[in-house]
């Protein structure tokens, strides 16, 4: 024993001067953070920017940086991932210092450091890519490393700090922070806003936006919600955004048992941001578009409540709790899903949340989960910089079916109660997943480690079978298998049911399945069936045997979860090669657009239809079944009879039509701004009718010139302006477009440059886009090293979405055996995001 002791102490011996010979290296490394995190407290930042009015030009800026350090012995790295230029001026406890600027790091001597608190004083250049400046507006974005290419700090998750915040901005702007506002005056041209300081927070939750905004105010509990906006045309929207906020606050409140946990509640819709929203305490931002609707269908109502919901449950889970390392970015992730869910079963009842829950998660999760880049919940992270790369549908979809098996297993109460106590214990401070499993632990007799390791820590999904014996006709036997679709052997614990369909009932069995086979008993003895609908609640998570008797009547089972479990199965099983082709699945699904009658159901039908339509059939045989899928669109946009259910089948021919019919009937819309009975089009509905007629027919782009003449929106106008190129009828011109997407600078606007490639791209054009394909892989580590988080998997799918053929794949195949030591992150997003591409060599789509 003391020999095993002496051991490690000597380990420890040797593995500190590793970390003091000062190798100071790129992003903020595993072991940097741990070191600072043992010797870095009560941090407190200081911040004075100066925004001038031209976007162009340079931000001045000041900053103080207070801490303690427990010892002085080591020299102290900052993270500031800007050229030394940047930094005019630096003092460290009143003593003035040459800045030194290595591999990203400010380095500061022990010298100059004191034991117990310091101050180091700082006048730089902001940087400022991730201020995203626009003409009128900016506003800071800094998930998951990004604060340190703005301001000198200490960039990592589990070093919490409080920011004192000055924003000098020109007059006439409108300001939002973490923050209270403490002050404001008026200099002139220029106004100055000094907030208070704010709650403890990570860097990367750290944000303000500044501009010509309009400002709206309500009351929300306690609170005086600020809420900022640009939009021209707000319609109803605002007192509704406000609503769907003061919903979701009460429910958290309520459910977590702790009042919101921040001194304010404000947040901004932001023109074209690069995701849905962004959870900053007191600053959420949002995606304008995702806030304002016009026209909107139910399911358009459902996300953004499931939007708002999912910000707003960040303020406990992500904001008020942290996790301590990036490797547990999913943690935050999959409670705001989770969450967000259960506020949408609240407000819309169980029938349209476990529709929804279904829906909204199981394709997304399976679209990787199938993948040979499949990565798991839980994902080792060495070094910060590559922290973005880690977020994506497993994070997002598949966390929180995990999480709802996981509920299920230990019972709502249960679950509710760990959690409760996990909030509480690591509130304003940082918790790793194993720190949640363990009090979770205390509130289940399952071994949850057992559980935890097949389903956060490994990747992949089951594979249901199963055998049937009967006597007479009655059940004898029916026995379930499950096998992992790839890799190791091991099995996935959870439940789900199983309903026995029969002329005239049905009877549903549920299923507790931990092992790799079982006998369903309860199924011995009773009638033998029409058929087997499999996952009938759809709960379960893996690919279901698909009877074939079933396909027949898949659209007339009573239950809409029942059968959109049905749809996501039979498409699974289609691209997996089993059941049926992509063709007869097609064919089938195309039948059902004018049976199905629930809004959510319809939409998933359509989108399938598009997938099958333009990614798993042969040009040929597209073409021979055009017009049945056209007529049978539009004749169901007729007998329709609810006008959301018009609408999503509007949208659907619009994505399939080619022929000249077709195009001169959606062009009559257009022009005339009259469409079918039933169906209400707003601003944006053109727009995106115009650029679908531009991209169908080359001789019509003047209906863009046209559009952007009816618009009023200036930020609108510009996103239009930027699209224009990548739908022009001269090849040339989109070249000249495409290659303008090699510089930074160009790529901006994030959410722009994808819908653009995916008007370069789509199957119609292919013939002349083929050829970006190599440099679009050859892109993707540096849009990783200047892209926001979701970026390079957006950027990949927008590229290969729907290509099918043998001549693409092979360039995906060719740039992978060219780069054998490719970043294995990034390697899986180029495999994830081509599989449909893989697969439709394999269906013989190509």
Request: with cysteine.
């Amino acid at each position: 024993m003391r020999q095993t002791l002496m051991n490690t102490i000597l380990l420890l011996v040797i593995s500190i001067p590793a970390f003091t010979r000062q190798i100071v290296t790129p992003g903020v490394s595993s072991e940097l953070s741990k070191y600072r995190r043992a010797e870095i407290s009560n941090i407190r930042y200081q911040l004075d920017f100066q925004i001038p009015a031209i976007k162009t030009e340079p931000i001045p800026a000041t900053e103080t940086i207070y801490c303690n350090l427990t010892t002085n012995a080591q020299p102290l790295q900052i993270d500031f991932k800007q050229n030394a230029d940047h930094i005019q001026a630096l003092t460290v406890n009143g003593k003035t210092v040459t800045p030194k600027l290595e591999n990203e790091h400010l380095v500061i001597a022990p010298a100059y450091l004191h034991k117990g608190s310091n101050t180091i004083n700082l006048q730089f250049t902001a940087g400022d890519a991730s201020l995203n400046r626009n003409a009128e507006y900016l506003y800071a974005l800094f998930v998951p490393d990004r604060a340190r290419t703005v301001f000198p700090c200490f960039d990592q998750p589990d070093l919490k700090a409080r920011f004192a915040l000055t924003l000098r901005v020109p007059t006439g702007w409108k300001v939002l922070a973490n923050g209270k506002l403490k002050d404001s005056a008026i200099n002139g041209a220029q106004t100055i806003y000094n907030f208070i300081d704010s709650d403890l927070l990570p860097t990367y939750l750290f944000s303000f936006t500044a501009g010509k905004y309009t400002r709206a105010g309500k009351q929300i509990g306690q609170y005086n919600a600020e809420f900022l906006y640009r939009e021209t045309d707000p319609g109803t929207n605002v007192d509704s955004i406000f609503q769907a906020h003061d919903n979701a606050l009460r429910f958290l409140e309520t459910w977590t048992g702790i009042r919101y946990p921040f001194q304010k509640v404000g947040f901004a819709a932001i023109p074209d941001f690069q995701f849905g929203g962004m959870e900053h305490p007191g600053e959420v931002q949002y995606k304008a578009m995702s806030l304002f609707l016009k026209e909107p269908t139910k399911d358009q109502l459902i996300g953004r409540i499931g939007l708002i919901s999912h910000e707003t449950a960040h303020m406990w889970f992500g904001d008020l709790v942290t996790m301590q390392w990036f490797n547990d970015v999913w943690m935050k992730e999959v409670f705001a899903n989770f969450m967000a869910d259960k506020v949408v079963e609240q407000l819309m009842g169980s029938e349209t949340f476990n529709l929804q829950f279904l829906t909204d998660h199981y394709p997304s999760a399976y679209g990787v989960d199938r993948t040979p880049g499949a990565n798991p919940i839980r994902q080792q992270l060495d070094n910060l910089q590559d922290a973005g790369s880690m977020y994506g549908n497993i994070i997002y979809h598949k966390a929180p079916i995990m999480m709802r098996q996981m509920e299920l297993l230990m019972g709502k109460d249960n679950f509710r109660k760990g959690i409760q106590e996990y909030l509480k214990k690591y509130a304003y401070n940082n918790a790793t997943w194993n720190d949640l499993v363990q009090i979770l632990a205390k509130y289940s007799k399952y071994d949850l480690p057992g559980w935890n390791k097949v389903w956060v820590n490994q990747p992949g999904r089951p594979v249901f079978d199963y055998t049937i014996s009967y006597k007479g006709d009655k059940i004898d036997k029916l026995n379930i298998t499950q096998s992992p679709e790839a890799g190791a052997a091991r099995i996935w614990p959870q439940t789900f049911a199983i309903t026995l369909v029969y002329a005239d009932s049905i009877h549903s069995i549920p299923v507790n399945m931990n092992t790799a086979g079982m006998q369903l008993k309860a199924a011995t003895g009773l009638t033998k069936p029409l058929f087997i609908l499999f996952n009938s609640d759809g709960i379960g998570y893996g690919l279901f045997p698909a009877d074939k008797l079933m396909l027949e009547q898949i659209f007339s089972q009573k239950s809409a979860v029942s059968r959109a479990s049905a749809y996501v199965n039979i498409y699974e099983n289609v691209l997996s090669g089993r059941y049926m082709t992509p063709a007869e699945l097609l064919a089938l699904l195309t039948k059902g657009v004018a049976i199905e009658k629930e809004e959510t159901n319809l939409r998933l039908l359509t989108s399938y239809i598009g997938s099958l339509y333009w990614t798993f059939t042969r040009p040929a045989e597209r073409a021979a079944f055009a017009f049945q899928l056209e007529e049978a669109l539009w004749n169901a946009i007729a007998t329709q009879t609810q006008p959301n259910n018009k609408k999503v089948l509007f949208r659907a021919y619009q994505n399939v039509y080619v022929s000249e019919v077709a195009g001169k009937r959606m062009y009559e819309i257009w022009k005339q701004q009259q469409p079918p009975a039933g169906i209400k089009l707003a601003d944006e509905d053109y727009t995106a009718l115009a650029l679908t007629i531009a991209l169908k027919n080359d001789t019509a782009v003047t209906v863009i010139t046209q559009q952007r003449d009816r618009m009023k929106d200036a930020d609108k106008k510009a996103r239009l302006d930027f699209l224009v190129p990548s739908l022009s009828p001269d090849v040339s011109v989109r070249d000249s477009f495409f290659n303008s997407l090699t510089d930074r600078k160009n790529r901006a606007k994030e959410a722009w440059v994808i819908i653009a490639l995916g008007y370069l791209h789509h199957p119609l054009r292919q013939s002349t886009s083929y050829k970006y394909l190599p440099q679009s892989l050859e892109l993707v580590e540096e849009i990783q090293r200047t892209g926001d988080i979701f970026f390079p998997q957006s950027w990949l799918s927008a590229t290969f979405g729907s290509y099918q053929t043998k001549a693409a794949w092979q360039v995906v195949q060719q740039f992978l055996e060219k780069h054998p030591s490719y970043n294995p992150r990034l390697k899986a997003k180029i495999q994830q995001a081509t599989d449909n591409l893989y697969r439709a060599q394999k269906l013989g789509g190509g």
